[in-house]
């Protein structure tokens, strides 16, 4: 199984391959993003030559890091049963919106942001309701002689370079009351993205689709050792390829991209607090671990951090209501 990943090195960050529990560094400055533009052919053979010929590092001695450094994160709403628990919780109103039905939708979301499993992760300024979302995400790479644009799901198919775990941080309450704007959310979901423990190449789960796209593989999360929810990535509404070819409609997607799949059914606790009709289980505070793990890519893991104090949110001042310049001044 070839595993992609990245982890510190006496201070620096070294890329490579993981496999039989030792570390395999690229040549130095190389990054994933170079595997990433070499596209999946030309990475699976260096991957053998690297594991055949580099010196390793024990897994167990270093500390892993966001597997790469996403040029862009498009986060969708893959799951039907996700979208009928949230909109529960967050709007009280049962049932599913006919558009989700119509096309995937996704919003963007902070690459700047993106951590590593085992890192701890504060509770943003103003939260009270900190929760995860358990997810899939797929990595695209180059493709010879594709741009990326305005592919179709099986073009998209070949783009999908690897897939990996996200974890898309939610602060519920800031979400909330941004979303009765009809737009974001921001503040509530950009302070950290959770990706890893590494990128595992999209050939080792190529037998495992099944006739329409989908991967049945396993998804489950738990706090502080308690379970919280189970489902099969195959539960989405539609399989990674047309949400990639979604994603490149009348636009583009490049290597590095990051697109997810959407928090999968009992994957986090506002859907939970929707179906129970109570905050239970209660939303994450300082000292929490969340587990996430996805079959055949592996377990990232989080501490809850401290809650960071200052309040920058500011109400917007009051403003005359000139319609028209005067004449006068225009003069």
């Known amino acids: 199984m070839v595993k992609i990943a ?63 450094v996403p040029a862009t994160i498009r986060d969708f709403v893959a799951f039907e049963e996700h979208v009928e628990g949230v909109r529960k919780s967050i709007d009280g109103v049962a049932g599913v919106v006919p558009e989700w039905y119509e096309a995937p939708t996704f919003y963007f979301t902070n690459p700047h942001t993106v951590t590593g499993t085992e890192e701890v992760i504060g509770i943003p300024a103003g939260c009270n309701e900190l929760d995860f979302e358990t997810e899939v995400a797929a990595v695209v790479g ?67 689709h099944d006739a329409e796209g989908f991967l049945p593989i396993s998804m489950a999360v738990e706090v502080n050792g308690e379970h919280i929810g189970q489902d099969l990535l195959s539960n989405m509404g539609w399989p990674f390829a047309e949400l990639v070819a979604y994603a490149s409609q009348d636009s583009v997607v490049r290597p590095g991209d990051v697109l997810g799949s959407g928090t999968c059914g009992r994957g986090c606790l506002a859907e939970l607090w929707g179906r129970n009709r109570a905050k239970t289980p209660p939303p994450l505070k300082t000292g929490d671990v969340v587990r996430m793990t996805v079959e055949g890519i592996g377990s990232i893991e989080n501490t809850v951090g401290e809650r960071r104090a200052a309040i920058t949110r500011v109400p917007a001042l009051s403003r005359p209501r000139h319609r028209v310049a005067a004449t006068a001044e225009r003069l």
């Open 142 to 208: 180059h493709v010879p002689g594709s741009e990326g644009r305005n592919l179709s799901a099986a073009d998209a198919h070949q783009h999908i370079f690897g897939y990996t775990i996200l974890n898309d941080w939610s602060a519920r309450d800031l979400q909330r009351r941004e979303m009765k704007v009809s737009l974001g959310p921001c503040k509530g979901k950009d302070f950290a993205n959770t990706l890893g423990p590494w990128i595992v190449t999209a050939d080792e789960f190529e037998h495992l």
């Open 6 to 68: 990245r982890w510190n090195d006496d201070g620096g960050t070294r890329a490579g391959f993981v496999a039989d529990g030792s570390c395999f560094p690229l040549p130095e400055g190389q990054t994933v993003n170079h595997l990433l533009s070499a596209g999946l052919a030309k990475t699976l053979e260096i991957a053998a030559e690297t594991v055949r010929t580099a010196s390793s590092v024990p897994l167990s001695e270093v500390q892993l890091l966001a597997p790469l």
